[in-house]
């Protein structure tokens, strides 16, 4: 292809190209993952798609390196977290989006190496678990 690339020949290759991913939903390498797709290198996962290297997670979609976590999108290295979105290498989250290098949020967003934080804002230890479990429990998170 080489020297013979234009923009147009470039774009109708990269249409078809868009248009095969996620065509292929066979699971590679995966162990005892039941209702998966498109998932590789995974051990015992639920429901979930194009996982790359998690283990345990249920009804995740596009994470990778992830364990234990449930009903999260786009998680890289992260583990036992619920209804998470785009976090990174984040432990214990409940409903998270954009966290980076952080522990034990609830509720929280864009924050970077933070730990026990409710809706953006610090708790102390004891508060935050007491204050999470009720949270739990009337959301019907736990």
Known sequence: MGDS???RTFEARYREL????GKNRTNVLCIECTGCEACTECTFCEDSQR???CHFCVRCEGC?????CRSSRG???CQHCIECDNCLA???LVRCVGLSGCSY??????LSNKDFHILNEPYPRRDY???TRRLLRELRLG
Do not use: K, N, P
């Open 64 to 68: 990778s390196d992830s364990a234990h």
């Open 90 to 92: 984040s432990s214990y």
């Open 5 to 7: 690339l234009d923009a």
């Open 129 to 131: 678990f007491e204050i």
């Open 75 to 77: 998680l890289t290295g």
């Open 105 to 110: 949020c609830f509720g929280c967003v864009g």
């Open 51 to 53: 996982l790359l290297r």
């Open 18 to 21: 868009v248009a095969e991913f």
